[in-house]
């Protein structure tokens, strides 16, 4: 074993256990930060494939942004502790049976097609090489996505303003 | 990995690592000393020379006194939240270059700890994590003042960060690097140009920013004691208490020393770092470095006790309509500017400057236009009215 290997084991290993515990603690701000430690060890993972600049993106917008954000609104709501499990009804749990059955073929499936060759790029990926793909081959799906981003700004800022009152 | 290059690794790491702690010191020192010229008074100094042991003392406090944890906190976060803090401001280091490079048996080794290509993504990472020791601090110690602290800080964390990651775009632009190392060489060795002047609006964007980030004076609404007792940190004491503390200060010093790197040049000085023999001018970089940090930390001191502190609703307009629209605008001036005049620098730099002035003087238009009307005062005749009524 190479210290790349050791290197995926751990970072697999905490993210795993921070998903697991996501879902585990009954305490809304436990799950909070147990995702971002997921997050952080996924970021080490896009690392060790050589992404660096998707490495830093995930720390930014997920762990920095977003995850800030779930804290802020527990907060404020001030959600307690779940105190007794949570019933949830037949059609659901039949529903949720089916899904993990799916995921469980899906897993196994990717587990068995997997070959040695993992068709990641060896060197480190340079941040100059992403920008100058995003601005010309992917030039239209960057552009779709900066446009929806853009309506949903405008949209979050509709729904929130408040119309002036006439007095 | 040879072993030279682990070796001097590791070396770089343990010196850092250690410069940043007594550089801690040293500024809660200089902060209560330089505090007290201002003020004047004497600050500190009975403990050693000048009181410069005077840190140490506390800090031998700190770690004697009884470590005192209250029944009502959510004790695993309240013990993980200072720790959260420390580590974010600590690691940021790793991608300053501090200096040149020296030259030892014949190999060339650079005074940076990890030269990442991606640098100054990685500081923005890094630094937006911090959030999480003031918040999860705030909400473990399960006190009404301490959460108002907390939420505070993230709202001003969230909204100022925009502001620091688009003030430096410009700046990217010209070095067409992401590596601190690369943009603090790009600049050169004459103060006309480095990165401050060409990008004056971004500069001033990104340091008011800065201020924001480590919760320093005119913006320490976190911690306004006047209404929130200490903020985030009033039920901690002793060396958790001590470690938000010396996260603030590191945080300072790290902040420093990336803005130092990214628009005021590096270890650039009129060619001062280039004489001397291979390691001389190397440790002549180090100290150039050295000295322009420290002079921005003393802008830290100086600005707390000229500034008085923002009203909230104050911190949030100067964030969100001026320091955010003018940040834009040099994103979108430097890109046009570079493109048109072939990266001339003077062009840009003026450029900036202009750009910047009008999307002030739009914004601040709007918002006298937009004011909403002041009660009218009640006219002389009604006062007198109501006061023959009152005395009557």
């Known amino acids: ?167 | 990995m040879d072993s030279v290059l682990l070796l001097s690794t590791i070396v770089k790491i343990v010196v850092v690592a250690h410069l940043l702690i007594i550089g801690v010191m040293v500024m809660i020192w200089a902060e209560r000393r330089v505090s007290g010229w201002m003020q004047d008074r004497l600050g500190p100094n009975r403990v050693g020379p000048q009181g410069l042991l005077q840190p140490i003392a506390d800090g031998i406090k700190f770690l004697f006194k009884e470590e005192l944890i209250p029944n009502h906190v959510d004790k695993p976060i309240y013990v993980l939240a200072p720790a959260l803090l420390l580590v974010p401001a600590m690691i940021t280091v790793a991608v300053v270059p501090f200096g040149n490079s020296i030259e030892i048996a014949g190999r060339e080794i650079f005074l940076q700890i990890a030269d990442i290509n991606i640098g100054i993504l990685y500081v923005l990472a890094i630094t937006s994590l911090g959030v999480y020791g003031v918040v999860l601090g705030a909400w473990a110690s399960n006190n009404k003042y301490s959460l108002l602290g907390g939420l505070r800080s993230s709202a001003q964390m969230i909204s100022y960060e925009l502001t620091l990651g688009l003030s430096i775009i410009g700046v990217l632009m010209l070095s067409s690097s992401l590596s601190l190392r690369d943009i603090a060489a790009e600049q050169g060795a004459y103060p006309w140009k480095w990165n401050f002047l060409i990008h004056f609006p971004a500069f001033l964007a990104f340091t008011t920013a800065m201020f924001a980030e480590t919760n320093r004076l005119p913006f320490d609404l976190a911690e306004a004691e006047q209404e929130l007792v200490a903020g985030y940190h009033t039920e901690y004491s002793s060396m958790k208490f001590a470690m938000f503390f010396m996260a603030e200060y590191m945080n300072m010093i790290v902040g420093s020393a990336v803005t130092v790197s990214l628009f005021l040049g590096g270890w650039h000085f009129f060619g001062l770092e280039n004489l001397g023999g291979p390691v001389l001018s190397g440790l002549i970089s180090f100290g150039i470095f050295f000295i322009k940090t420290a002079i921005f930390l003393f802008v830290f001191i100086w600005v707390r006790w000229t500034l008085p502190r923002f009203r909230y609703d104050g911190l949030m307009n100067l964030g969100w309509k001026f320091l955010l629209p003018v940040a834009l605008s040099s994103v979108v001036v430097t890109g046009i500017l570079w493109v048109i005049t072939n990266g001339n620098r003077l062009a840009i730099g003026i450029g900036n400057v202009v750009a910047a002035f009008i999307v002030i003087c739009i914004v601040g238009g709007l918002l006298v236009m937009n004011k909403p009307p002041e009660p009218a005062a009640p006219e002389i005749s009604d006062l007198n009215a109501l006061e023959r009524n009152t005395t009557g």
């Not at chain 1, 009954?26 to 490495?55: D, E, H, K």
């Not at chain 1, 709501?77 to 995921?103: H, P, V």
Request: proline content about 2%.
């Open chain 1, 1 to 167: 074993m190479n210290a790349e290997q050791i290197c995926f084991i751990i970072f697999g290993l905490i993210s795993l256990s921070g998903a697991i515990a996501v879902i585990c603690f009954r305490n809304p701000i436990y799950s909070a930060l147990a995702l971002i430690v997921t997050f952080f060890s996924q970021a080490g993972l896009f690392i060790l494939l050589g992404a660096p600049f998707v490495a830093a993106a995930q720390v930014i917008v997920y762990a920095g942004a977003i995850m800030v954000l779930f804290l802020f609104v527990i907060m404020l709501l001030n959600l307690g502790t779940l105190s007794t499990r949570t019933n949830i009804g037949g059609k659901m749990k039949g529903f949720a049976i089916f899904l993990g059955i799916l995921f469980a073929i899906e897993g196994i499936y990717i587990a068995f097609k997997a070959t040695g060759d993992s068709g990641v790029a060896r060197e480190p990926v340079e941040t100059k090489d992403i920008g100058k793909l995003l601005f010309s081959e992917y030039l239209l799906p960057f552009e779709v996505t900066s446009l929806i981003l853009l309506a949903a700004l405008i949209g979050i800022i509709a729904l929130v303003k408040r119309e002036k009152s006439n007095t």
